[in-house]
């Protein structure tokens, strides 16, 4: 085989010509005559014993070229990557076949290089860095829902329904007269004033007594479902029971059950650190996410559609594994039917992600590439211990499973992140940053 033609062309994609010689288009043409003949009739010998010539005489002497070239071809398209030092993204297309009189064949693909990235500053960027302060409000909030999450429900008697109670009732909903699917049920406890009901229907339970049954009317908001919006409907209720939420006190004795500690102070104290933790986290996360965004900004690169649309399966694929849908095979426009991923949405939600996690993808590669970095096999062993703890394993395990040219690459990452992060200096925020 020998490679010619060879020229790139925009955004990324290239295109060159393999040629096979005479000998090695023979032996496939052979090959594809064995392979077939076992399937093919001639009258006077036996099904499959007749020979190349008399088929060939019969149906043509090209009867076995597609098949030939259909086996030479990635042959063919391996030779001239190889020839080329070519790294692409994305499957091959085949521009041209042709099968010349001399009996060569040759085939012109298309394929979509991998980019190239010229990077620009990705050491010592500055971004902004909030530092949120903890808040006695904030404290006070959190622990308030600790004694919502531990509150117990206590029954109400001798008055009526009010907001903020959990009322118990039964309802049946009535549509001109007919009940209406979705409409009825027996024992459920709505708690009054979550609006988790069609506005209207908690305020006029509000009132009732136990025991009390009342028609309410009520008229679905026009952006409710197309078979209920805007109509005028009565529900028929019972109030079986009320209950409100009881508060634990807020003492040692709360402190004992709900935490590790043994005074309210001690809980108090925790409870602030925790929160600024997660403040100092979220900061960095945003500082960080911030740089890897200007890094990105400043680099040069084409990216080539299919990459991105990789990612995007990949994403995709790896939310339905979340759900039990595993199977690979199953084709991307089933997956997205079945998850009910529109092409609009898909674009809108997922797409500009998808792209981010691409260009960030080869921000890291090029630096790697532009440092030099490498990987010694005390860091890779560091590493895989460091893995293994995380996921409660034998660190023979970890690299048995994930292999050395995995391991290696993901250190590789970790370093040329950790330097474009470490050198990141962090600015004060601006005013109106501050305010968002």
């Given at each position: ?15 060159f010509?393999?040629?096979s010689d005479?000998?090695e ?5 052979n090959?594809a ?30 009867v ?15 030779f ?7 790294r ?6 085949i521009v ?9 064949v040759s085939?012109?693909f298309?394929?979509?290089l991998y980019p190239e990235?010229t990077?620009?500053q990705?050491?010592?960027?500055e971004a902004?860095?909030?530092?949120k302060?903890v808040t006695?409000?904030d404290v006070?909030a ?10 117990r ?13 959990t009322?118990n ?7 001109d ?24 229907f ?10 009390e049954?009342k028609?309410?009317?009520?008229t679905f908001?026009?952006?409710?479902t ?6 005028e409907?009565?529900?028929?209720v019972k ?7 009881e508060l634990?006190?807020?003492?040692d004795?709360?402190?004992k059950?709900?935490?590790e ?12 650190e ?15 996410s ?16 299919v990459?991105?649309?990789d990612?995007?399966?990949e ?7 979340n759900f039990g849908m ?5 084709p991307m426009?089933?997956?997205t039917?079945?998850?009910?991923l529109?092409?609009?949405v ?5 797409r500009p ?14 630096i790697?590439?532009a440092?030099?970095?490498?990987v ?13 703890e995380?996921v409660n ?17 993901e250190?590789?990452k970790e370093?040329?992140t950790?330097?474009?992060f470490d050198?990141a200096?962090?600015?004060?925020p601006k ?5 968002e």
């Amino acid at each position: 085989m020998i490679v010619k033609n060879v020229e790139k062309k925009e955004n990324n994609i290239a295109q060159f010509q393999v040629e096979s010689d005479k000998a090695e288009f023979e032996a496939a043409v052979n090959g594809a005559y064995l392979k077939n003949k076992k399937n093919i009739y001639i009258p006077g010998f036996r099904k499959g014993k007749a020979p190349r010539a008399v088929i060939e005489g019969m149906y043509g002497v090209e009867v076995f070229y597609e098949d030939a070239m259909d086996e030479l071809a990635p042959q063919a398209f391996e030779f001239g990557l190889k020839e080329n030092e070519l790294r692409i993204v994305g499957a091959p297309s085949i521009v041209d076949v042709n099968v010349s009189d001399e009996k060569t064949v040759s085939y012109t693909f298309s394929v979509n290089l991998y980019p190239e990235v010229t990077l620009g500053q990705y050491k010592g960027i500055e971004a902004p860095k909030a530092k949120k302060e903890v808040t006695d409000e904030d404290v006070h909030a959190e622990i308030e829902s600790a004694r919502k999450r531990n509150a117990r429900m206590v029954g109400v008697e001798g008055r009526p329904a009010q907001m903020g109670d959990t009322a118990n009732i039964n309802f049946d909903g009535y549509l001109d007269g007919v009940p209406f699917e979705g409409g009825k049920a027996e024992d459920y406890n709505l708690e009054l004033g979550s609006q988790s009901f069609v506005p209207g229907f908690e305020e006029q339970v509000c009132g009732m007594n136990i025991g009390e049954e009342k028609d309410l009317n009520i008229t679905f908001p026009e952006e409710y479902t197309p078979e209920l919006a805007g109509k005028e409907v009565v529900f028929k209720v019972k109030l079986n029971d009320l209950s409100v939420s009881e508060l634990p006190e807020l003492d040692d004795e709360f402190v004992k059950d709900v935490s590790e500690y043994d005074t309210l102070d001690e809980y108090t104290a925790s409870v602030r650190e925790d929160i600024q933790k997660q403040y100092d986290e979220q900061a960095e996360s945003q500082f960080r996410s911030d740089v890897m965004t200007k890094a990105c900004e400043n680099m040069q690169v084409e990216i080539p559609d299919v990459m991105v649309d990789d990612k995007i399966e990949e994403i995709i694929r790896n939310y339905a594994a979340n759900f039990g849908m595993t199977d690979h095979s199953v084709p991307m426009e089933k997956l997205t039917e079945m998850m009910g991923l529109s092409e609009e949405v898909i674009n809108m939600s997922i797409r500009p992600g998808a792209l981010m996690q691409v260009k960030g993808d080869l921000l890291i590669e090029a630096i790697i590439k532009a440092e030099n970095l490498e990987v010694t096999d005390e860091e890779k062993e560091e590493y895989i211990n460091k893995m293994a703890e995380s996921v409660n394993a034998k660190p023979e395990e970890v690299k048995e499973y994930f292999g050395d040219a995995f391991i290696t690459s993901e250190k590789l990452k970790e370093k040329a992140t950790a330097l474009m992060f470490d050198t990141a200096v962090a600015t004060e925020p601006k005013e109106e940053e501050k305010a968002e």
